[in-house]
């Protein structure tokens, strides 16, 4: 299927690894002009240089921490008419209500809802103006089936989830669309860290822990990032255009809700 955005320009937040690298090369796949973020400039050079050689691609690179205003200047700078914006950072470690303070809920409102925010707020009117514009954001299935471990997470992605929605009955008649991915489970540096934990409190090796934690699902495996990534690229094609505030849920099948 072609997903008509060949030549689009796309700034893909925190995208040296895990799911936005898989989001940065199905797009680049899809013949689009990709903005890769993140703070460690070595390893976003080494993703850039994986993406250029999977599909011959221009990828532009932006080393900068979204949490900092500085940050996404620079990101906004180096794409100032961006057709497609997929935001992502990185979650905060699960815990437990007398765990968190004042600092811990900043910052994880600073990452996981105020650094998407902020930046909507930026390419929102020049999408709108041109006619054309998706925005994927990708949150966590926790904002569907809240865990008490990952209430920070919750919280602050659901107040994301909250503004997209109320947005997104706005921007649509512009042809902007305003989704979420809610991701379970997928093979990824964040998965490997849930691994470790797991591994120092149950006293388990590395392939049990990975394996309890794969079990957990209905479909018995990690997600695969590149199947991820395809469903990114699908939110963010000409086809998708009346298709807008919605939650899908790339889960392996374990939430447990009809709708």
Request: hydrophobic fraction near 45%.
């Amino acid at each position: 299927m072609d997903l008509g955005i060949q030549g689009r320009k796309a700034i893909v937040c925190a995208s040296s690894q895990g799911l936005g690298h898989a989001c940065a090369l199905a797009l680049a796949q899809e013949g689009c002009l990709v903005v890769i973020n993140g703070r460690n400039a070595e390893k976003l050079a080494l993703a850039a240089q994986s993406i250029r050689a999977a599909t011959g691609q221009a990828v532009m690179t932006v080393a900068a921490d979204l949490n900092t205003e500085p940050g996404r200047a620079a990101l906004l700078a180096a794409c100032p008419e961006p057709d497609i914006l997929v935001n992502n950072n990185a979650g905060p470690p699960p815990g437990q209500l007398s765990d968190w303070d004042h600092a811990a809920w900043t910052g994880a409102l600073e990452s996981n809802l105020l650094s998407a925010a902020l930046l909507l707020r930026e390419v929102l009117p020049g999408m709108r103006s041109r006619g054309f514009g998706r925005v994927v954001n990708i949150t966590s299935a926790m904002v569907k089936t809240p865990h008490a471990a990952m209430g920070l997470s919750t919280a602050a992605r659901a107040g994301l989830t909250a503004l997209s929605r109320a947005l997104a009955r706005e921007a649509i008649v512009d042809n902007v669309t305003i989704n979420n991915l809610l991701p379970e489970r997928f093979d990824t540096p964040r998965q490997e860290f849930m691994a470790q934990q797991l591994m120092a409190t149950a006293g388990i090796d590395r392939a049990s822990a990975r394996q309890r934690i794969a079990d957990s699902l209905p479909a018995r495996r990690f997600g695969r990032p590149e199947e991820f990534g395809a469903a990114c690229a699908f939110l963010c094609s000409a086809n998708s255009g009346f298709m807008t505030g919605q939650n899908l849920l790339l889960d392996g099948g374990s939430y447990w809700g009809l709708i």
